[in-house]
């Protein structure tokens, strides 16, 4: 995800915990496991998962700061820290957290992204 927004001229926070005060805790090895998630409603994310609040796994240090152009936040933390962001016509989705190491309900993020290699 942080490449992605860079790649648009976003930027991006080296460790969110330190620079950004209120934070939660995001990174596995400082000792967080999990936290809310809340999708935007209008998002590509929420129409493929049918959801606006999910549950997700946290493993990161960095963390988008400002978003890139072109791109758009889909989801955030609690504490504001942004979680996925994508593009406004949803071929570009990146995601904070690892649908890869969460339960099957991530199975449509991975079925869309087989369905776009194939048609694009």
């Known amino acids: 995800m942080q490449l992605l927004n860079a790649q648009f001229g976003g930027t991006i926070y080296a460790d969110v915990e330190h620079q950004q005060p209120g934070t939660l805790v995001h990174a596995k090895q400082r ?11 209008t998002s590509h994310l929420y129409e493929c998962l049918g959801r606006d609040q999910l549950d997700v796994n946290t493993r990161h240090v960095q963390a988008v700061e400002r ?23 949803g071929r570009l989705m990146g995601m904070q957290f690892h649908p ?10 991975f079925t869309r992204l087989v369905h776009q290699a194939s048609t694009h």
């Open 31 to 41: 000792g967080g496991t999990t936290h809310p998630l809340v999708i935007d409603p």
């Open 67 to 89: 978003v890139g152009r072109g791109l758009r936040v889909s989801a955030t933390a609690p504490d504001g820290v942004i979680e996925a962001i994508e593009s406004a016509d």
């Open 100 to 109: 890869e190491r969460m339960p099957d309900d991530m199975a449509p993020l």
